[in-house]
Structure formats: structure tokens, C-alpha cells
């Protein structure tokens, strides 16, 4: 079993900047993709940044030239920076990680918990 755990939401003003980290822990043989998702009450997860294992990176529209996505392999973790921060970024932030728990198996796809992230006007 895999267990991802966010941290670094917050309340914060517009145009300020909040940084997001993502653990995973568990039986882990490699991770492929991992990514950031948002979600507001009423609407579906989307998209916001992902990341592969190679470091190729996708942003949604909305957040290029302003979010940035990295990982640290040595400890399993993505990180999102999020700069110029809008009331629209609002939303509870989830991760993402598809795992390999031993060499040969099924790739599965993880969530966190999420962590909700605040802008204020």
C-alpha cells in the first residue's frame, strides 16, 4: 500500500505565493507520473500541473508562468509552486502518484488527502 500526504495549504492575500509538498511512503518500486489536482465544490477535479518521471511537465492553462512543478526522487515527493496567487486558484489541492509496488506489477494510481489553499481578494 502507498500513502501520499500533502502539506503546505493555507489562507493567503492575492499575489502572494504558497509552496505544496506531496510524500509518498509505502511499498514503492518506481513512480511514474505525479501531479497537482484542484477541485471547488460543485465542479470536477482538473488538472493543474503534472510531472513524469523523466521531469516533462504539463500545466493547465490558467496556472503557466505562474505555477511551477518539481520532484526529489531520493525522497518521493512533489512540490508545486504557486506564485501571483489568485482568488481563483481557490480549491482543495490533491496529488496524484502512479506507483509500482514491485518490479514487474501493475502500475496504481494514489491520492492524497488534499490541502485546501485560500486567496483572498
Known amino acids: 500500500q502507498v500513502q501520499l500526504v500533502e502539506s503546505g495549504g493555507d489562507l493567503v492575500q492575492a499575489g502572494r505565493s504558497l509552496i505544496l509538498s506531496c510524500a509518498a511512503s509505502?511499498?514503492?518500486?518506481?513512480?511514474?507520473?505525479m501531479g497537482w489536482y484542484r477541485q471547488v465544490p460543485g465542479q470536477q477535479r482538473e488538472l493543474v500541473a503534472s510531472?513524469?518521471?523523466?521531469?516533462?511537465?504539463n500545466y493547465a492553462d490558467s496556472v503557466k508562468d505562474r505555477f511551477n512543478i518539481s520532484r526529489d526522487g531520493a525522497v518521493n515527493t512533489v512540490f508545486l509552486q504557486m506564485n501571483g496567487l489568485k482568488p481563483e486558484d481557490t480549491g482543495v489541492y490533491y496529488c496524484?502518484?502512479?506507483?509500482?509496488?514491485?518490479?514487474?506489477?501493475?502500475?496504481?494510481?494514489?491520492w492524497g488527502q488534499g490541502t485546501q489553499v485560500t486567496v483572498s481578494s
Open positions: 509505502g511499498v514503492i518500486f518506481s513512480i511514474n507520473d
Open positions: 496524484k502518484a502512479v506507483v509500482k509496488s514491485r518490479f514487474g506489477s501493475a502500475q496504481v494510481q494514489y
Open positions: 510531472i513524469s518521471s523523466g521531469g516533462r511537465t
